[in-house]
């Protein structure tokens, strides 16, 4: 299988010192028994752009996996990503990103909304309930304007903030993803079918307190009802054991839905594999 969302080192939510080298987590994937992976290091644009985060080194990136995918040749297909996160408040510059390197994979995401930073680095609980429905629902539209924008593969991760807003004590039944979710991501399915994106699989919630892949089963089966096929999964791993993380448990919840290959990405064009 192939694991399309990773991170090494360069990713700036890492402290330093604590992340693995793109050779490791090659090493490491071997291991694990999969025949892919992608570093898709974060590259938060707003965030990048306002000097609120280091720039991402995409140059030492570039090499590596350069270095990777040569020394690893018939053992590990090492595919050069990028999670290029909120396009929609820099649209012309995050083409210009998408554009600087002969990426093999595009990662579409959606961290936060316009006036704040990653939700993961945001003091959620001390909000008020308007604001925290409020920016849910800025969520939803802004990830419109990131399927607008375009220049991607793979839409991220849907389910985002309710990752956070559990770990920060926002009320579990807000967002109401399991009563309410059909109706919060119609829009935004419809869109990824009609314009050929691929939906991800993101694992990492099997391992926190959300407790299920971002989207979950019903929202993968909403989905296919409405038509789409076209599934990428990733681990969203920050730290080599967690590559491929759960993967056995995301494609049997895959299989029961319907689904019967997964997405593989090399510069940029898509390929499936049987699951
Ligand atoms: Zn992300
Ligand atoms: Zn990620």
Redesign the pocket.
Same mark, same amino acid.
């Given at each position: 299988m192939f694991d399309n969302h990773t991170h090494s080192q360069y990713s700036c939510d890492i402290p330093q010192g604590e992340g693995n080298t793109i050779r490791e987590l090659c090493i490491s994937a071997i291991e694990k028994g999969l025949e892919g992976i992608a570093i898709t290091d +974060?590259y938060d644009i707003d965030g990048m752009l306002d000097g609120h985060y280091p720039m991402l080194d995409s140059d030492s990136i570039a090499r590596e996996v350069m270095e990777a995918k040569e020394e690893f040749k018939g053992k590990l297909k090492v595919l050069h990503g990028i999670?290029l996160?909120q396009a929609n408040q820099y649209p012309i510059e995050a083409t210009e990103k998408a554009n600087s390197q002969p990426y093999d994979i595009i990662l579409g995401?959606l +961290?936060t909304v316009k006036g704040m930073y990653d939700f993961g680095t945001t003091d959620l609980a001390k909000m008020t309930k308007n604001e925290y429905v409020s920016i849910w629902d800025r969520y939803l539209s802004d990830m419109i304007d990131v399927i607008k924008w375009g220049n991607f593969d793979v839409l991220? +991760?849907i389910t985002?903030p309710k990752r956070y807003y559990l770990i920060k004590g926002i009320p579990d039944d807000f967002p109401d993803i399991k009563n309410k979710g059909r109706e919060y991501f119609e829009p935004i399915l419809k869109a990824v079918i009609d314009k050929g994106f691929t939906l991800e699989c993101n694992t990492s919630g099997l391992r926190q307190k959300i407790g299920e892949c971002l989207p979950n089963e019903d929202l993968f089966r909403f989905y296919y009802e409405l038509g789409g096929r076209d599934v990428s999964i990733g681990s969203?791993a920050h730290f080599e054991r967690h590559l491929g993380a759960n993967f056995k448990e995301a494609t049997e919840m895959l299989k029961n839905v319907g689904f019967k290959y997964l997405a593989k990405f090399e510069s940029r064009k898509k390929d499936f594999y049987k699951i």
């Open positions: +974060h999670e996160a995401s +961290h991220t +991760h985002y969203d």
